[in-house]
């Protein structure tokens, strides 16, 4: 239990530095779980309607992510 509530915070610390960039767009990400390895978020504001937030999810917050947390497997929008 411990060791998930470290890897969300770890996770969470990713993503604050990810933020400022998705804010200045009118967007933002929201963690919703770790499991498996498996990072879920939800897009908000702009980014949840944007066209390319397939592109922002993968090739920016995935990539950060995995860059950051190496045991993480994959970012997925839930």
Do not use: F, W, Y
Not at 5 to 27: H, Y
Not at 48 to 61: H, N, R
């Amino acid at each position: 239990m411990a060791e998930m509530t470290e890897m969300k915070e770890r996770v969470e610390k990713s993503l604050n530095s990810i933020r400022p960039a998705l804010q200045a767009d009118g967007g933002d990400v929201e963690l919703v779980d770790v499991e498996d390895g498996i990072v879920k978020v939800r897009l908000k504001g702009a980014c949840g309607t944007c066209p390319s937030a397939l592109m922002t999810l993968k090739q920016g917050i995935e990539v950060r992510v995995r860059e950051d947390i190496p045991e993480i497997v994959s970012v997925e929008s839930v």
